[in-house]
């Protein structure tokens, strides 16, 4: 992830001074330890039982914000069956 901090006069709008700029997050580094879990101060960073596909090419395993999202299971029932694994 890119660290970005607040604009001056938005520092009084949010807790916190600093933020994620550019949420990219490279998979070939990942040894699913889970200490980023631990350190996520929001709990928006967590393992669960989705998983990752293969790929051929280096590129694909770099994820931005929108690969990282899980689908809703209430109301996008069959992409989080497929974001499983599972039939839909």
């Known amino acids: 992830m890119e660290a970005a901090e607040r604009l ?3 520092e009084n709008l949010y807790r916190e ?3 994620a700029a550019k949420y990219e997050i490279n998979m070939l580094r990942c040894i699913f330890c889970g200490l980023c879990e631990e350190a996520c101060p929001k709990d928006a960073v967590y393992l669960s039982e989705t998983f990752a596909p293969a790929n051929y090419t280096r590129k694909k ?7 990282l999202l899980i689908p809703n299971p209430v109301t996008e029932k069959e992409e989080y069956a497929k974001a499983k694994g599972e039939e839909a």
């Open 8 to 10: 001056p006069g938005e």
């Open 17 to 19: 001074e600093k933020y």
């Open 61 to 67: 395993f770099v994820y931005g914000k929108p690969d």
